[in-house]
T-cell receptor, first 112, second 113 residues
Framework: EAQVTQNPRYLITVTGKKLTVTCSQNMNHEYMSWYRQDPGLGLRQIYYSMNVEVTDKGDVPEGYKVSRKEKRNFPLILESPSPNQTSLYFC???????????FGPGTRLTVT | QKEVEQDPGPLSVPEGAIVSLNCTYSNSAFQYFMWYRQYSRKGPELLMYTYSSGNKEDGRFTAQVDKSSKYISLFIRDSQPSDSATYLCAMSAYPGAGNKLTFGGGTRVLVKP
């Protein structure tokens, strides 16, 4: 089944404790991205990657890092999480031949 | 002001009614216009997208784009309780702007049996 998977689905952590949210897609898509979804603000792009080893900032990159060492994986790293990063995070992928993006199931992160 | 505006609802309709959703936008660079459906505790699911102005139909769903007015719509005919979800409009300046999708805040729809 073609899909985008994320782990973990739910995470509660404390301020300053480094964490990684994994994202993987099995569709051989060139393009991958991360979004966060907050009430009243909608979905906003954090980082994106056009291909392996090519990443760039989205609209809200502060406090986040990403890497793209393999085509299928695009982890999101929070090196020192803060409470304002409490949010619902979505990974998405696209073949890159059109605008459509396919989303994962989401990771709900709470930082206390 | 947000680039994409969408009424948050909720929009409550009886089963079988037509659901009418819309978004307005301000960025003239947007060329592609998408609608996603999001069920509670799930990721957004792409319903359909259109390029530039015009209409597109897919089963019970019809999308309309009026670029001159910067206004897009989604109509759901013969609505079912399973259509109860949050509907998100999204726009893209693809292939520019890093293929970023700019979303509206979503409209919550409730279809009552």
């Amino acid at each position: 089944e073609a899909q985008v998977t994320q782990n973990p689905r739910y995470l509660i952590t404390v301020t300053g404790k480094k964490l990684t949210v994994t994202c993987s897609q099995n569709m051989n898509h060139e393009y991958m991205s991360w979004y966060r979804q907050d009430p009243g603000l909608g979905l906003r792009q954090i980082y994106y990657s056009m291909n392996v080893e090519v990443t760039d900032k989205g609209d809200v990159p502060e406090g986040y890092k990403v890497s793209r060492k393999e085509k299928r994986n695009f982890p999101l790293i929070l090196e020192s999480p803060s409470p304002n990063q409490t949010s619902l995070y979505f990974c998405a992928s696209s073949p890159g031949t059109g605008p459509e993006q396919y989303f994962g199931p989401g990771t709900r992160l709470t930082v206390t | 002001q947000k680039e994409v505006e969408q009424d948050p609802g909720p929009l409550s309709v009886p089963e079988g009614a037509i659901v009418s959703l819309n978004c307005t936008y301000s960025n003239s660079a947007f060329q592609y216009f998408m609608w996603y459906r999001q069920y509670s505790r799930k990721g957004p699911e792409l319903l359909m997208y259109t390029y530039s102005s015009g209409n597109k139909e897919d089963g019970r769903f019809t999308a309309q784009v009026d670029k001159s007015s910067k206004y897009i719509s989604l109509f759901i005919r013969d609505s079912q309780p399973s259509d109860s979800a949050t509907y998100l409009c999204a726009m893209s300046a693809y292939p520019g702007a890093g293929n970023k999708l700019t979303f509206g805040g979503g409209t919550r729809v409730l279809v009552k049996p």
